[in-house]
């Protein structure tokens, strides 16, 4: 009897307080990414391009330069690529403690993180690619930043595949969390690499202050709505994959 | 009468562990015939590769590039051997028994992973140069390129040996290893083959680059053998 009231404490338990914030954080995404993005093309003012033969009037002013419209892409190119990072930390983070712990509920926290960053990861380099395409012209290029970015994607993949390569649970969440471990410090390993070996052309644009204000702006607004949405993904699939477990163990409990 | 058995030392394990795998495979000779062939097939499938274009481009320029590629792909397959043996045969369970440090176990599967891919390169790196180099004048720098290979050999060794003890136990583990190893390598890759090319092109900021990008390599070798060492016991525990 006593094992029995051992045994339903253990059941897998879902629900903590975060999950009464994920509606108001659903909102409050939905809000700032609406508002990010009108910002984005209303508020932000045009960056200058390639110079232009002649000078044009626009509206009541004389316009010397291209407006580039493909620049509004970095608005939540950058949001997108810090979640991302964010994500891969708290992946890293949850991998160390289920090695400590070897309690299973680290390793659906290191899981479901690292989904949130495949996500993350993915919408980066399709705005990425676009950036590339149409700022610099081309498709792909082995620059630092776009190299690290398809490393790390790929070792994202890779976790993935591992965990499906394994049927025992406790093997599975091991071997993910060393992955985890070993790609989170290979990979800034990687851009420092690729980055001091050749020269880099991507601009460094928060250290130079290559950002006016407006521009600044509008990115705190889509950071903040990328992270509140990356925070709702994470608890509503955390709570999906909880009450499946907490299922689960319910009915083995039955069946004894 | 008493008998006292006194505990082995870790050197002695490790040197155990050790010649315990250099004897298996001087006796099978296993995994240096078979990574031997695969690299000379290598060779010939680069031989029909840059057939083309042999007369009219630069040789030099490329010889680390496919130098490294051979040595990876190489490499793969003797890693995905080096625990297979031991699976099959039972051994693995047997030094799990043994109450020793679990991280001597990986320092001795490294080292001699590590013995048998340098032995491979001391054997492929002439083939290279006899057929694709002898046409061409290297630099007079060009025996440096020791220096990245045995560097990028230990990082390769270090990281595969804990890589391969990870897919050993995984569904369709061939192709697992390559999905997990080739990722987790670039940066080492990137960093030796820029210090093997920098050898064999030489000219005069050869050095600059070369030593750059091999303190780049040996750094990730230090932070990677460390990190493999540390989390080598909670792998093979399980």
């Known amino acids: ?256 | 009468m008493s008998v006292t058995v006194k505990r082995p030392s870790t050197f002695t394990q490790y040197k155990t562990l050790l010649v315990k795998d250099l004897r298996q495979e001087f006796r099978t000779k296993e995994m240096l015939t078979s990574m031997g062939i695969y690299a000379l097939l290598v060779l010939i499938v680069y031989g029909a590769a840059l057939a083309q274009t042999a007369q009219v481009f630069d040789i030099l320029q490329m010889s680390g590039g496919l130098l490294w590629a051979l040595i990876v792909f190489t490499s793969l397959l003797g890693l995905n051997r080096s625990f297979t043996a031991e699976k099959e045969q039972g051994c693995l369970e047997g030094i799990l028994l043994v109450p020793l440090d679990r991280s001597v176990v990986f320092l001795a599967k490294a080292t001699s992973n590590l013995l048998f891919l340098l032995v491979v390169e001391i054997i492929t790196i002439p083939l290279f140069y006899f057929f694709f180099l002898t046409s061409t004048t290297p630099s007079d720098s060009f025996w440096l390129i020791v220096v990245p290979l045995v560097v990028g050999t230990i990082g390769v060794a270090g990281i595969g040996t804990l890589l391969s003890t990870i897919t050993i136990n995984t569904r369709g583990k061939d192709v697992m290893l390559a999905v997990l190893f080739i990722p987790l390598i670039f940066p080492l890759l990137y960093a030796c083959v820029s210090a093997t090319t920098a050898a064999i092109v030489g000219g005069d900021l050869f050095m600059e680059t070369f030593t750059m990008s091999l303190a780049l390599a040996a750094g990730y070798d230090v932070i990677m053998v460390l990190l493999s060492w540390v989390l080598y016991d909670f792998v093979i525990s399980v």
Request: net charge neutral; hydrophobic share 55%.
């Open chain 1, 1 to 256: 009897m006593a094992e029995k009231a051992k045994k339903a404490l253990k059941l897998p338990e879902s629900g903590q307080w975060p999950d009464s914030v994920v509606p108001i954080a659903l909102v409050g995404a939905a809000v700032f990414l609406v508002a990010g993005f009108l910002m984005a093309f209303l508020y932000a003012s045009p960056v200058n391009g390639a110079a232009l033969s002649e000078p044009v009037l626009v509206g009541d002013q004389m316009v010397t330069n291209v407006q580039l419209l493909s620049q509004k892409i970095f608005y939540f190119h950058m949001p997108v690529a810090l979640v991302s990072f964010g994500a891969l930390a708290f992946a890293g983070f949850y991998s160390v403690r289920f090695l400590m712990t070897k309690e299973q509920r680290f390793d659906t926290c290191t899981k479901i993180a690292m989904e949130i960053a495949l996500l993350f990861v993915v919408l980066t380099m399709i705005t990425g690619e676009m950036w590339t395409r149409f700022e610099w012209g081309l498709w792909w290029t082995w620059d630092p930043r776009l190299t690290t970015y398809l490393i790390l994607m790929i070792i994202v993949i890779a976790y993935f595949i591992l965990r499906n390569a394994i049927d025992d649970p406790e093997r599975r969440a091991t071997y993910g969390s060393v992955i985890a471990i070993i790609a989170l410090v290979d990979v800034p390993i990687c851009y420092m690499v690729t980055r001091v070996i050749p020269s880099s052309i991507h601009p460094v644009v928060l250290r130079e202050g290559g950002m006016t204000g407006d521009m600044g702006m509008t990115v705190a607004v889509v950071m903040i709505g990328m992270i509140m949405l990356g925070f709702v993904l994470y608890r509503m699939r955390f709570r999906q994959v909880r009450l499946t477990q907490r299922v689960e163990a319910i009915k083995e409990q039955l069946e004894d």
